[in-house]
């Protein structure tokens, strides 16, 4: 199933299937929440199908198979754990099946996502095929950024980016996958994105957000009690509430500067300006820099006391 934002860039895809001009790298840029592997799973789908150029008949034993998740000539690679490097073996196995001959007398097609989790061995494994590809295969490349991508590979691929869609767009259609209104403020913390917003409000993370946003805007205000309530919330949801106090802050930081207009807590403007009334603008910027720092560090060291280091954090809103 394909997203209303991703039609643009399928209708380009299926021309050039139809032109037999699809590059044999395709790199799709987008971000998380995108539905980016769907449309990647269309164009693999596609090509691999028995009977259409341009479009999965659904009814080949090509389709069939993928749509059962067995077709032999369709290879996705992926990190062992979520949030780990593909390493130089994953990348050396897809150099194998690019050489294979097709199980079913057609192409084969190779999928890497994320190509930008590529560790630099792996990309370097991977650049030769890319020089020289075999005839018949197909690689698609997923990639949150660029940044983290070598210029090498991105100069062997054909970059094609996926649009987020615009902010009354998502809205709407958010809105119709869960029959509710919805919040602008949800779609911003998501940065716009539409399935990441859904999953937002599906897993009940809204409810818990406005929890911690109220418990956190009564710890701001001098005596600064409930230190430990506002520690337990961020704690129980996770490095996500982090990111989200990090938000908050950052937009209590442009009421003081007077970009109010520009703000991501948008229906909740009254606290943001009672805690920008409360606390110093020195006080804001070091506690941004410094939440987004704690947050890198408990991603990259899951290992580490959560709790003591979020408390140890919040102490810094308190007068020495």
Same mark, same amino acid.
């Given at each position: 199933?394909?997203?209303?934002?991703?039609?643009?860039?399928?209708?380009?895809?299926?021309?050039?299937?139809?032109?037999?001009?699809?590059?044999?790298?395709?790199?799709?840029?987008?971000?998380?929440?995108?539905?980016?592997?769907?449309?990647?799973?269309?164009?693999?789908?596609?090509?691999?199908?028995?009977?259409?150029?341009?479009?999965?008949?659904?009814?080949?034993?090509?389709?069939?198979?993928?749509?059962?998740?067995?077709?032999?000539?369709?290879?996705?690679?992926?990190?062992?754990?979520?949030?780990?490097?593909?390493?130089?073996?994953?990348?050396?196995?897809?150099?194998?099946?690019?050489?294979?001959? !097709?199980? *079913? %007398?057609?192409?084969?097609? #190779?999928?890497?996502?994320?190509?930008?989790?590529? &560790?630099?061995?792996? $990309?370097?494994?991977?650049?030769?095929?890319?020089?020289?590809?075999?005839?018949?295969?197909?690689?698609?490349?997923?990639?949150?950024?660029?940044?983290?991508?070598?210029?090498?590979?991105?100069?062997?691929?054909?970059?094609?980016?996926?649009?987020?869609?615009?902010?009354?767009?998502?809205?709407?259609?958010?809105?119709?996958?869960?029959?509710?209104?919805?919040?602008?403020?949800?779609?911003?913390?998501?940065?716009? !994105?539409? *399935? %990441?917003?859904?999953?937002? #409000?599906?897993?009940?993370?809204?409810?818990?957000? &406005?929890?911690?946003? $109220?418990?956190?805007?009564?710890?701001?205000?001098?005596?600064?009690?409930?230190?430990?309530?506002?520690?337990?919330?961020?704690?129980?949801?996770?490095?996500?509430?982090?990111?989200?106090?990090?938000?908050?802050?950052?937009?209590?930081?442009?009421?003081?500067?007077?970009?109010?207009?520009?703000?991501?807590?948008?229906?909740?403007?009254?606290?943001?300006?009672?805690?920008?009334?409360?606390?110093?603008?020195?006080?804001?910027?070091?506690?941004?820099?410094?939440?987004?720092?704690?947050?890198?560090?408990?991603?990259?060291?899951?290992?580490?006391?959560?709790?003591?280091?979020?408390?140890?954090?919040?102490?810094?809103?308190?007068?020495?």
């Amino acid at each position: 199933m394909l997203y209303p934002w991703q039609e643009p860039v399928w209708q380009n895809w299926q021309q050039l299937l139809r032109q037999g001009r699809l590059h044999h790298a395709i790199l799709l840029v987008a971000p998380g929440g995108s539905g980016r592997e769907a449309l990647a799973k269309q164009l693999a789908k596609t090509v691999l199908c028995q009977q259409s150029e341009t479009e999965p008949c659904g009814l080949c034993h090509g389709c069939q198979l993928f749509a059962a998740g067995t077709h032999p000539d369709f290879h996705a690679v992926a990190p062992v754990q979520a949030g780990k490097q593909i390493g130089v073996d994953a990348i050396r196995q897809c150099n194998r099946w690019a050489t294979e001959t !097709s199980q *079913l %007398a057609g192409q084969r097609v #190779i999928m890497i996502d994320p190509a930008d989790h590529m &560790g630099e061995s792996a $990309a370097n494994a991977l650049l030769k095929t890319l020089e020289e590809p075999p005839s018949g295969c197909q690689f698609i490349l997923l990639a949150h950024s660029l940044d983290r991508l070598l210029p090498t590979i991105t100069s062997r691929c054909n970059q094609w980016r996926l649009p987020t869609p615009d902010e009354s767009q998502t809205q709407r259609w958010v809105e119709q996958q869960l029959m509710q209104s919805v919040k602008r403020e949800a779609i911003r913390l998501n940065s716009g !994105s539409p *399935l %990441a917003t859904v999953a937002f #409000i599906e897993q009940g993370q809204d409810i818990r957000y &406005g929890k911690l946003l $109220a418990a956190f805007s009564e710890f701001a205000k001098p005596p600064h009690l409930g230190l430990y309530e506002v520690a337990g919330l961020c704690t129980a949801e996770g490095s996500i509430s982090l990111k989200w106090l990090s938000y908050f802050l950052v937009d209590c930081i442009k009421l003081q500067q007077g970009a109010g207009s520009h703000l991501i807590h948008c229906e909740s403007v009254g606290l943001v300006q009672a805690v920008a009334g409360q606390l110093s603008p020195a006080v804001l910027l070091r506690q941004v820099h410094q939440v987004n720092a704690l947050q890198r560090q408990l991603e990259t060291h899951p290992g580490l006391n959560e709790e003591l280091l979020i408390v140890n954090w919040l102490t810094g809103f308190m007068p020495a």
